[in-house]
């Protein structure tokens, strides 16, 4: 069991441009969450996935934003035309379908919109 | 709708000291309740959970928190803080079906030595 990992752990861009984020999950777990976390805020929910199917979304993921998760194994975030109020850490989640097993999270993705 | 208040932003202790860490939700059912915590540059790590039962549940690193229905709390508690316990401390409430967990804005812990 190596953890969720989460790549790149930063990254720097220029508003305008498009970024891409990967989530690899414990490769047992069928549920992912993406969360966001701004400085001096707790994660606010992004995404939900189980297995390959996107089964919830946040008002929060404006069209802007998309995710994936082919095949049901690794997942990516995108963001289109990036704005400084996009830079965040964007935490990944994982769990079990048993209810009573807890989400397991990656070290997050620093981005830094310039 | 469901909501988590930690209403202490920053909490200072001396170590030694005891702790006691604050946070009230709300939720129609019964509630999924977590503790993690976030040292600087960190993911989140679970400190505590709590599901159904016991309502005194006991963690990792000497924490333990206690589920009080009528008030709406889950309280997080140590009886002496260590050095290494400064970070930023998270109470979450997991939705039943997606189990999505919905966090409080955090406490920063200090602790002096």
């Known amino acids: 069991d190596t953890g969720v990992s989460q790549n790149p752990r930063h990254k720097i861009t220029k508003r305008g441009q498009n970024v891409t984020f990967r989530c690899d999950p414990i490769?047992?777990?069928?549920?992912l969450y993406w969360y966001r976390q701004t400085l001096g805020q707790g994660p606010e929910f992004l995404t939900y996935f189980q297995n390959e199917a996107q089964l919830e979304k946040s008002r929060l993921l404006s069209d802007r934003f998309s995710a994936e998760r082919p095949k049901g194994s690794f997942s990516t975030l995108e963001i289109q035309r990036t704005e400084q109020g996009d830079s965040a850490m964007y935490l990944c989640?994982?769990?079990?379908?048993?209810?009573?097993?807890?989400?397991?999270f990656g070290p997050g993705t620093r981005l830094t919109v310039l | 709708a469901q909501s988590v208040t930690q209403p202490d932003i920053h909490i200072t202790v001396s170590e030694g000291a005891s702790l006691e860490l604050r946070c009230n939700y709300s939720?129609?059912?019964?509630?999924?309740l977590f503790w993690y915590v976030q040292s600087p540059g960190q993911g989140l790590q679970l400190l505590l959970k709590?599901?159904?039962?016991?309502?005194l549940v006991q963690g990792i690193k000497g924490f333990e928190a206690e589920f009080k229905r009528s008030q709406s709390s889950f309280n997080l508690r140590k009886p002496s803080v260590h050095w290494s316990d400064a970070a930023e401390y998270f109470c979450?409430?997991?939705?039943?079906?997606?189990?999505?967990?919905?966090f409080g804005t955090g406490t920063r812990l200090k602790v002096l030595a």
């Open positions: 490769s047992e777990h069928n549920r």
């Open positions: 989640a994982s769990k079990t379908p048993d209810r009573i097993d807890t989400q397991y």
């Open positions: 979450a409430v997991g939705a039943s079906g997606t189990y999505k967990y919905i």
């Open positions: 939720y129609g059912a019964t509630p999924y």
């Open positions: 709590y599901f159904s039962g016991d309502t």
